[in-house]
C-alpha cells in the first residue's frame, strides 16, 4: 500500500510538468489552430530565467576582507553580493536563498512578451500554411532557441537550489500511518505539484468566468462568427498565446531545482508533451491535463522494481505504448472534439 | 534512355557524374593552403555525403510526394544497421548479404510500423512514428542490449562465430568490410602537384547504390505510382471518392522509403562495422527532415543537396574557431576585426546549428520548395524572356 502511494506521488511531479506543457499546447492549438513544436523551448526558456536571476542577484564586487589572509599572506578579497549593500547580509542572503520563486515574478512578463513576439512576428503568418509547415517552422524557430541559450549558458546543467526551506523531504508515512520512513518525498516536489494545481486553477477559471475568457471560449468554438459579431478575436487570440508562453515558462522556472536546467531540456519534455496532448485529445484543456497526471503516474508505476521485473523495460516505453493504443482504439483521444485535426 | 525522359536523363547523367568525380570536385583547394580545410573529398565525409543521400532520397519519396510527415524514419536505418553488423558477425565479412539483410529487416520493420501509423494522418500519423521511434530507441538501448549492444553499440568482436570467413585475421584483428577482397577503408591516393586526391572503395560502392536508389526514384516519382502518392498528398477525400483506396499506395511509399533508410543504415556499418542505439533517436529523424526540406521536398535532386549541404556544414563549418577567423579578418583594422570576428564567431564552429536553424526557417517560411526552389527563382530571374517563352513548362511543379 505504501508503495502505491509512493508511485502515485512520484507520479505527480512528472505529471504536473507535462501537464503544464501540455495545457499550454492545448490553448495555443484550440485558439489559433497552430502546431506548435517550439513549445518544449518555452519551456525550458522559463527555467533559464530562474538561472538568469539567480545570476543576477549573486553578482558581486571585490572586497578586500583585512581580518582574513589568503594562503600568500596577503588580505583575502571576498565577493560581496551587491544585495548585502543594499539590504544588508541577512536580508541579502535570504533574497538570494529565494531566487526561484522571485523568478516566477520576472518570468511572467518575459515568456509574455517572448509570446507575444513569437505570435505577431512568426506564427500569424503560419495560419493559412499546412500543419507540417507550422511543425517545421517552429522546429527550426526550437533550434534556433536552443542554440541561442547553448552560446550564453554552455551545454552543461547548471544546478538552481530549491529556497533552503524547501530543501529535504517529508514524511509522509507518519501522517498516513504507515511506519517512519515508508514514503519520503522531497517538499519541493510537492510544491511543484501544488504550483502546478493553481496555475491550471487559475488559466481555467479565467477561461470561465471572466468575459475575456468566455469571449475566448466562443472564438475557440466558432471564430468566424465571433469575427462577425464584432470582436478583434485576433488580438484576444495573441493575448492566449502569450498567457500559453507563460504557463509554459513558469513551469520551467519551477523545474529548475528538480532538474538542472540545459539548453536540450525542452525538446526532451516536448516529445512527451505532444504525446501527451495527442493522448487527452488535440484541443481539449482537461484531456490534456488529466492526460499529464496520468501518464506521469503511469510512468511511475512502471518503474517500480516489480514491474520491471515482469515486463523488462516497460518503464522505457510505457507512454509511447499508451499513446499508441489509445491513438488507435479512440481516435480522437481521451477527451478530443469532434471534427478537430480530422483532414 | 533506360525508360527516362530526356530531362531526367540529363540530371541523371550529371548526378553519375558528379559522384564519379566528387573526390575532384570536393577537393578544389591544394593540400597545405589556408583554404584546404574547406576541402571536403576525405572518405568519411564522402562516404556521408552519399549515405544520407540515400536517406534523404528515401525520406522524399513518402514526404515529398504523399506529404505525410513521419518524424521515425531513423527506427528503420537504425533497424537495418543492427542487421547488417549482424550478418558481419555471424555470416561474413561480405558487405553484400550484410546490405542485402539489411533492407529487408528495415522493410518488414516499415511494413509494421507503417500499417499501424497510417491508420492515422496528419499530425497523428506523425506523433504516432515518432512514438514507434522513440520506444524502438529506448528498447534497443536498455532491455534489447543482447541484440543492440545497448549503451555502447554492437560491434565485432574476436570471437565472432563468423560461417564463412575467418573470426581473425592471421595477425589477430577483427577482419574489416569488404566486397569480395576489397576491403571498403582501401584508398587509392593520387599526388597532383599540390593536390591529393582519394579515391576511396566504400565511397564508390554507396555512390553505385546510390545512383540506382536516385534512379529508382525517378522511376516512382514519374509512374502512375508516383502519380497516385501525389493524388494522395494534394486532395486525398477526392481520391476516395474516385474509389481508389489510399491506404495501400501510402503504405507502399511508408516501406519503400523505410528500406530506403535501411540500405543507408546498411551502408553505414558496412563502412564502420559498428552500430549504436543513437541512430534510431528522434533527433536523428529530425535531421533528414531538415535534410529534404532544406532541399525541396518532392523535387529529384533536392535532398540530395540538402543532405550534402548538412552533412557539409556539420564537418567543415563546425571545425573553424576564432583563432581562424582572425585570420581571414587580419587585413581589417584591430577594433573593426574584433567586432567583425565577434559578430560571425556564435555562427560557426560550434555554433553551426544555430546557422543550420535560420538558415531552415527561412526555407520553410520563403522558400517552401527548398533551395532547388531557389535556385529556379533565381535562375528565371536571369533567362526570364526564356521562360515565358515556354511557359507551359515553367508553370509546372518544381522536379
Known amino acids: ?121 512568426l506564427i500569424k503568418y503560419f495560419y493559412k500554411r499546412p500543419h507540417a509547415d507550422q511543425i517545421l517552422v517552429t ?19 547548471i544546478p538552481t537550489p530549491a529556497p533552503d526551506a524547501f530543501v529535504g523531504s517529508f514524511d509522509f508515512g507518519v501522517v498516513l500511518g504507515f511506519d517512519p520512513n515508508a514514503i519520503i518525498y522531497p517538499y519541493w516536489r510537492l510544491v511543484y505539484f501544488f504550483f502546478s494545481v493553481v496555475v491550471i486553477g487559475a488559466v481555467f477559471a479565467f477561461l470561465q468566468f471572466t468575459t475575456f475568457g468566455m469571449v475566448v471560449r466562443a472564438g475557440m468554438a466558432d471564430r468566424e462568427t465571433v469575427g462577425i459579431l464584432g470582436i478583434d478575436i485576433d488580438k484576444r ?53 488529466a492526460a499529464g497526471f496520468m501518464l506521469g503516474i503511469l510512468e511511475s508505476f512502471a518503474s517500480m522494481s516489480a514491474v520491471i521485473d515482469l515486463l523488462p523495460g516497460i518503464n522505457q516505453i510505457i507512454i509511447y505504448l499508451v499513446a499508441i493504443i489509445i491513438l488507435l482504439t479512440r481516435p480522437r483521444g481521451l477527451m478530443g472534439r469532434k471534427g478537430v485535426m480530422e483532414e | 534512355m533506360l525508360g527516362l525522359e530526356k530531362k531526367d536523363f540529363r540530371l541523371l547523367l550529371i548526378v553519375i557524374g558528379l559522384t564519379a568525380f566528387a573526390p575532384f570536385l570536393l577537393n578544389p583547394f591544394p593540400e597545405g593552403s589556408d583554404l584546404a580545410q574547406f576541402n571536403a573529398g576525405y572518405p568519411d565525409l564522402m562516404q556521408r555525403f552519399v549515405i544520407f543521400g540515400i536517406f534523404a532520397i528515401g525520406f522524399n519519396i513518402l514526404f515529398g510526394l504523399t506529404g505525410y510527415l513521419s518524424f521515425g524514419h531513423a527506427a528503420f536505418l537504425g533497424a537495418g544497421s543492427y542487421g547488417a553488423v549482424w550478418m558481419f558477425k555471424l555470416l561474413s565479412m561480405n558487405v553484400l548479404p550484410a546490405i542485402a539483410i539489411s533492407v529487408v529487416i528495415a522493410g518488414l520493420f516499415s511494413l509494421l510500423i507503417g500499417y499501424i501509423s497510417l491508420r492515422r494522418s496528419g499530425i497523428y500519423f506523425s506523433i504516432l512514428t515518432l512514438a514507434f521511434a522513440q520506444m524502438s530507441f529506448a528498447l534497443a538501448y536498455s532491455v534489447l542490449t543482447p541484440i543492440t549492444g545497448g549503451e555502447t553499440g554492437l560491434q565485432l568482436a574476436l570471437s565472432d562465430p563468423r560461417i564463412f570467413g575467418a573470426a581473425q585475421t592471421a595477425t589477430g584483428n577483427i577482419p574489416v568490410p569488404a566486397l569480395f577482397g576489397l576491403e571498403m577503408r582501401s584508398s587509392f591516393e593520387w599526388n597532383v602537384g599540390a593536390w591529393l586526391f582519394t579515391f576511396n572503395a566504400g565511397y564508390y560502392l554507396a555512390a553505385v547504390f546510390m545512383i540506382i536508389a536516385f534512379y529508382i526514384s525517378i522511376r516512382i516519382f514519374r509512374s502512375p505510382f508516383g502519380m497516385m502518392l501525389r493524388a494522395i498528398k494534394s486532395n486525398q477525400t477526392r481520391m476516395s471518392y474516385t474509389g481508389l483506396n489510399a491506404r495501400p499506395y501510402t503504405l507502399a511509399a511508408f516501406v519503400i522509403s523505410g528500406m530506403y533508410a535501411g540500405l543507408a543504415g546498411g551502408l553505414m556499418a558496412s563502412m564502420d562495422p559498428l552500430a549504436g542505439a543513437e541512430r534510431m533517436q528522434w533527433t536523428a529523424s529530425g535531421e533528414v527532415v531538415l535534410m529534404t526540406i532544406l532541399g525541396g521536398a518532392g523535387t529529384l535532386i533536392g535532398p540530395v543537396l540538402g543532405a550534402g549541404m548538412i552533412k557539409y556544414f556539420e564537418n567543415i563549418f563546425s571545425k573553424i574557431n576564432e583563432t581562424i577567423l582572425h585570420g581571414w579578418f587580419a587585413f581589417l583594422p584591430d577594433g573593426l576585426e574584433d567586432v567583425v570576428v565577434a559578430m560571425i564567431y556564435p555562427f560557426i564552429g560550434k555554433g553551426w546549428h544555430l546557422t543550420l536553424g535560420i538558415m531552415f526557417m527561412l526555407v520553410v517560411i520563403f522558400l517552401p520548395g527548398g533551395l532547388v526552389q531557389g535556385g529556379q527563382k533565381i535562375a528565371a530571374l536571369f533567362s526570364r524572356k526564356k521562360a515565358e517563352e515556354t511557359k507551359p513548362n515553367a508553370t509546372e511543379p518544381a522536379e
Request: charged content about 10%; cysteine-free; proline content about 4%.
Open chain 1, 1 to 121: 500500500m505504501d508503495q502505491f502511494i509512493l508511485q502515485i506521488l512520484n507520479g505527480l511531479d512528472k505529471g504536473s510538468a507535462y501537464a503544464l506543457i501540455a495545457l499550454g499546447l492545448t490553448l495555443i492549438f484550440g485558439t489559433l489552430g497552430v502546431v506548435n513544436f517550439a513549445h518544449g523551448a518555452l519551456f525550458m526558456l522559463g527555467a533559464f530565467v530562474a538561472v538568469t536571476v539567480s545570476n543576477l542577484l549573486t553578482l558581486s564586487h571585490k572586497v578586500v576582507d583585512e581580518t582574513r589572509t589568503d594562503f600568500l599572506g596577503n588580505p583575502l578579497q571576498v565577493d560581496v553580493p551587491y544585495l548585502y549593500d543594499f539590504f544588508g547580509q541577512a536580508a541579502g542572503d535570504t533574497i538570494i536563498d529565494w531566487a526561484v520563486p522571485i523568478s516566477i515574478l520576472v518570468a511572467i512578463p518575459i515568456m509574455v512578451a517572448i509570446g507575444f513576439a513569437m505570435e505577431r512576428g
Open chain 1, 237 to 289: 487570440f495573441t493575448i492566449m498565446f502569450g498567457i500559453a508562453a507563460a504557463v509554459a515558462g513558469l513551469a520551467g522556472v519551477m523545474y529548475a531545482p528538480i532538474n538542472s536546467p540545459n539548453y536540450h531540456m525542452g525538446m526532451d519534455f516536448l516529445v512527451l508533451s505532444f504525446v501527451v496532448v495527442v493522448v487527452g485529445g488535440m484541443g481539449s484543456l482537461p484531456g490534456a491535463v
Open chain 1, 139 to 157: 522546429f527550426g524557430l526550437a533550434i534556433v532557441i536552443q542554440e541561442i541559450v547553448k552560446y550564453f549558458y554552455g551545454a552543461n546543467p
